[in-house]
């Protein structure tokens, strides 16, 4: 089934609309850029001076064109040595915005029985806010190491990437009895494509060229609740 634009900005294929909501079970997000208006990593950058040399990187590793998640973020955190822990707070209450749709998607997620799962490749400073902000069931993120107030520009723990984003969707599916293909999987970057492919239903929100061409739908204008129009 060839690709088509079903509504201005938004294309699906693979898919027959009306698709009901209800018959789902889980569906999952990713953070920056998806959920949130911002990259959190290149914001905290910022703080240094570092902003364009590590949103370069970022931008590589959306694109697919860096294939190891952990390498690119290991790099990237690296670059965050000395930023103030207080430079986080910043950027959450400075910058970071909801993106438009996002709480109408998921208060209809859940209204209909869902459990919403954010899955982020950022830090748990800000999916932790971001998951109470919004009401969401569950979050998983990376944690910034601090030692006297300072980053240390190390990550604690098993970083999360796209294996891994995959794994906590199919945990929740599990854990759920439902099939992965009872769930739905949001995203807009590279790492994003293993649970996207997954997933029964994967979207694409304002996403890089690689993620737009594999989703069964691709929001390209307009909010997160467009993917709503799609339901009966």
Do not use: W
């Not at 910022?46 to 040399?53: N, P, Q, R, S």
């Not at 996002?102 to 954010?118: C, F, H, M, V, Y």
């Not at 990437?161 to 009872?182: S, V």
């Not at 996207?196 to 390209?220: F, T």
């Amino acid at each position: 089934m060839p690709a088509i634009e079903f509504a201005p900005g938004l294309v699906i294929q693979h898919i027959a609309p009306p698709l009901k909501l209800a018959d789902f079970k889980a569906i999952a997000f990713d953070m920056d850029s998806t959920l949130i208006s911002i990259e959190c990593i290149d914001e905290i950058a910022d703080a240094v001076g570092k902003k364009a040399e590590v949103a370069a990187i970022t931008e590589a590793a959306m694109r697919g064109e860096i294939t190891d998640f952990k390498d690119s973020l290991r790099r990237r955190v690296a670059l965050l040595k000395g930023v103030p822990a207080e430079a986080l707070q910043g950027v959450y209450d400075e910058r970071l915005k909801i993106n438009p749709g996002a709480p109408e998607l998921i208060d209809a997620a859940k209204a209909a029985g869902l459990q919403t799962l954010l899955v982020s490749g950022g830090f748990t400073f800000f999916a932790d806010r971001v998951k109470a902000r919004l009401g969401m069931h569950e979050a998983h993120s990376n944690t910034l190491e601090v030692e006297g107030g300072l980053l240390t520009g190390r990550v604690l723990g098993d970083i999360v990437d796209g294996e891994a984003k995959k794994q906590h969707l199919l945990a929740l599916c599990a854990r759920l009895g439902c099939d992965p293909r009872q769930s739905i999987a949001v995203g807009d970057g590279a790492n994003d494509l293993p649970m996207m492919g997954v997933s029964g239903l994967s979207v694409a929100y304002h996403a890089k060229p690689k993620v737009r061409e594999q989703a069964m739908v691709a929001i390209n204008e307009g909010g997160l609740d467009r993917v709503l129009a799609l339901m009966a």
